[in-house]
């Protein structure tokens, strides 16, 4: 038994909030089986409470890949508290905005390629995407062009989970059961270095996921397409790094047929693969760039659809009918404007190469264990395969892995399938970098072929 599970902490058996949870709370991603409730009510740079009083190490930038400076920042909360004091909410419709909008937008233009200077503000990543569909279909409606209505996403893409963004998901499951999905969205391989054999039968994959793309797009008509929309690196895939000439390539062919491309930089951009935004340096050159999370490190919920000037002033040309009660609301701008200044004075951007650093001297030791099939490491994230053995890649769900990894080490991962995922807040320590490390050690070497952890 763990030091962790010998920890006595109060009110261990009935837990009055964790039941009125049960009783009242629908959760995202949430099986009706499992019942078990974590109800956390505070943190302090890596680490989260509970209402058991368990203290948790959070490798998972707040379960959602957000919280990049880490908890408890008392600059970001101050300048939430005086923006509620000064002007808590307004419209930003009808050419109305406000002062904290305004300087976000111009640091974000700021921080964008250099013609990419106009913002629409979102309340999230999902938004976000729902807002960039609609923008690329009405940039080439107002071009004359409206049977470019199809948009090309790829299988295992996470993009949300709204009735559009939901579409261009790559996961079957988030589009079971809930009648027509959105039109016109088609779906092409996504690059997986580590399962090229089966997935591409040896070929170059950038050679054989262009073919695919350019098949696709004579197959749909290349007059008919809008956009294609891509992560610059796949999260939810399990951290699926792009071969380095892929997105190069993409992007060319994309162009010789006037398809635009947007760039799903909800997890990527402010640090989190270590660059403010990640897309430009990999060759994307995106006509459109989504962001959240990290944009205000998840202290209030806001995201940011970037365009170039170009697409925005073709969009938008006459009158852009699309909004959202919060769009621009002043309380989350403001901490925004905070997050990103705590992220450039304390260097968190630089900071996640050094996490990529302690993640490569530490986690390849787990590939010693049978079951680890694969490490995927990009800045502070990384991404740990599970396969039933050292000679069969079949693939084995890790979610008994992170489930014992909260129970017996207090530590708190993602899981996508079979891929553990790390995806800390960039303040994270050394130490806390080797305390995961060894936990992991511990967990996956107790694994069984079945998916179970044994004692």
Known sequence: MTTAETQTTPAMSANPLEDLDRRHLVHPHQSKADTERTVIVSGTGCTVRDTRGRDFLDVSGAGNWACQIGYGRTEVVEAGAEQLRDLAYFSGFFGFSNDKSVRL???????????????????????????????????????????????????????GATYGS??????????EGVGPNLPHVAKVSPPYPY????????????????????????????????????????????????????????????????????????VTAFGRTGAWLDSPGRGMAPDIIVTAKGLTSGYAPLGAVLFRDTVAETAAADYFFHGHTYSAHPTCCAVALANLEVLEKEGLIDQAHLVAEWFREDLPALLELPMVGDIRIEGATAGIELVAGPNDRTPVMAGAVTAEMRHAHRIILREYGPTVVLSPPLVISREEVRRTTEALSDVISRLRPDGTVGR
């Open 105 to 159: 937008a111009e640091r974000l233009a700021a921080l964008a390629p250099d013609d990419m200077n106009r913002v629409f503000f979102t309340g999230s990543g999902s938004e976000g995407v729902e807002t960039a569909i609609k923008a690329a279909r009405l940039y080439h409606h107002h071009r004359g062009e409206p049977d470019r209505t199809w948009i090309i996403s790829r299988s295992l893409a996470y993009h």
């Open 166 to 175: 939901g579409t261009t998901t790559g996961f079957p499951p988030m589009q």
């Open 195 to 266: 399962r090229a054999e089966e997935m591409y039968g040896g070929e170059d994959p950038t050679d054989f996921l262009i073919r695919e793309l350019e098949t696709t797009i004579q197959e749909l008509g290349p007059g008919r397409v809008a956009a294609m929309i891509g992560e610059p690196v796949m999260g939810g895939g399990g951290i699926l790094v792009p071969p380095a000439d892929y997105w190069p390539r993409v992007r060319e062919l994309l162009n010789q047929h006037g398809i635009l491309l947007i760039a799903d930089e909800v």
